[in-house]
């Protein structure tokens, strides 16, 4: 007789429904949450017009506007800081059809002309700012230019020594700028600048200096010549120079600094050089940053 087969069924594990459960419960949260999501978006993009946003000032405008406003500190304006105008501050003076002088006259300016010491060296300086500016020959300070000083005569022949710091230089052109670092009771009388157009040959010179420490040492002579070395503009001269000139006055008749007094060839007699002032300008005027108030 043939056994009947019978198929039974297994019930499901407990752990699986459980599983089931989760996932179909999971996945209807799922989906009615986005649906949802998707609902409150679209009525909230047409519920009403959207807010414009704010405009940005350009960066400009605002700088404009703080520099506008005084700063506040407990309700209280603080003072304002302003730089002062670079046109304001000249390093050299300039004096529209100046007159004729006499020798007399131009050897007076001699207060002008400054005394250098450093270390080992000794020279001269030109004052030629109000605001203490003085230069002279960079070989002059060449071996400690950080430790500079300066000796002016006042008109009743007293001798003031300050200290000097170095602002520019150029060694090519043998120029360094200084200034005074105290220029309190200092007689100050500056020399105005002249230019090489107004120099020519034969004309009368006068220089000042200190040869061999002699302070303010006065001497004449002639332009002996213009010359040009190595791109740069001399000024010959029959007026004597000795160590201790480098750096003083080159002065024409009409009070004007032409140049400083620079070098002289010992192999031959009376060869003496200056630097002209036009190269002094032109040096300044291309170092707006070197000239302090």
Same mark, same amino acid.
């Given at each position: 007789m043939a056994k009947k087969t019978e198929k039974q069924n297994?019930?499901?594990?407990?752990?699986?429904a459980v599983t089931l459960i989760a996932g179909?419960?999971?996945?209807?949260?799922?989906?009615?949450?986005?649906?949802?999501?998707?609902?409150?978006?679209?009525?909230?993009?047409?519920?009403?017009?959207?807010?414009?946003?704010?405009?940005?000032?350009?960066?400009e405008t605002v700088s404009e506007e703080m520099d506008?406003?005084?700063?506040?500190?407990?309700?209280?304006?603080?003072?304002?800081? $302003?730089?002062? *105008? &670079?046109?304001?501050?000249?390093?050299? +003076?300039q004096i529209e059809s100046p007159l004729e002088k006499s020798l007399e006259q131009i050897a007076s300016l001699k207060r002008s002309v400054v005394m250098i010491e450093t270390e080992d060296n000794q020279g001269s300086g030109v004052v030629i700012s109000d605001q203490g500016h003085v230069v002279t020959?960079?070989? $002059?300070?060449? *071996? &400690?230019?950080?430790?500079?000083?300066? +000796?002016?005569?006042t008109p009743t022949g007293e001798l003031i020594h300050r200290e000097l710091m170095l602002l520019g230089y150029d060694i090519k052109k043998d120029l360094a700028l200084l200034q005074f670092k105290n220029r309190r009771d200092l007689p100050l009388q500056p020399l105005p600048m002249g230019s090489i157009e107004s120099i020519s040959e034969g004309q009368?010179?006068?220089t000042i200096g200190s040869p061999r420490g002699l302070m303010n040492t006065v001497s004449d002579g002639i332009v002996s010549g213009i010359r040009r070395f190595d791109a740069e503009t001399y000024v010959q001269i029959s007026a004597p120079i000795s160590p201790g000139n480098s750096g003083g006055a080159l002065l024409n008749m009409k009070g004007e600094l032409i140049g400083l007094t620079t070098f002289k060839i010992t192999e031959s007699e009376n060869l003496n050089f200056a630097i002209s002032a036009d190269d002094l300008k032109l040096l300044i005027d291309k170092n707006p940053h070197w000239v302090n108030p």
């Amino acid at each position: 007789m043939a056994k009947k087969t019978e198929k039974q069924n297994k019930p499901i594990s407990k752990s699986l429904a459980v599983t089931l459960i989760a996932g179909i419960t999971f996945l209807l949260l799922f989906v009615y949450g986005t649906a949802g999501f998707l609902m409150f978006q679209y009525f909230n993009e047409n519920a009403g017009p959207k807010p414009q946003p704010v405009a940005e000032q350009p960066m400009e405008t605002v700088s404009e506007e703080m520099d506008k406003t005084p700063a506040k500190a407990n309700g209280n304006l603080l003072p304002q800081l $302003v730089q002062p *105008a &670079s046109e304001n501050i000249n390093a050299y +003076t300039q004096i529209e059809s100046p007159l004729e002088k006499s020798l007399e006259q131009i050897a007076s300016l001699k207060r002008s002309v400054v005394m250098i010491e450093t270390e080992d060296n000794q020279g001269s300086g030109v004052v030629i700012s109000d605001q203490g500016h003085v230069v002279t020959n960079f070989h $002059v300070i060449e *071996a &400690s230019p950080y430790m500079t000083v300066a +000796t002016v005569e006042t008109p009743t022949g007293e001798l003031i020594h300050r200290e000097l710091m170095l602002l520019g230089y150029d060694i090519k052109k043998d120029l360094a700028l200084l200034q005074f670092k105290n220029r309190r009771d200092l007689p100050l009388q500056p020399l105005p600048m002249g230019s090489i157009e107004s120099i020519s040959e034969g004309q009368r010179i006068v220089t000042i200096g200190s040869p061999r420490g002699l302070m303010n040492t006065v001497s004449d002579g002639i332009v002996s010549g213009i010359r040009r070395f190595d791109a740069e503009t001399y000024v010959q001269i029959s007026a004597p120079i000795s160590p201790g000139n480098s750096g003083g006055a080159l002065l024409n008749m009409k009070g004007e600094l032409i140049g400083l007094t620079t070098f002289k060839i010992t192999e031959s007699e009376n060869l003496n050089f200056a630097i002209s002032a036009d190269d002094l300008k032109l040096l300044i005027d291309k170092n707006p940053h070197w000239v302090n108030p």
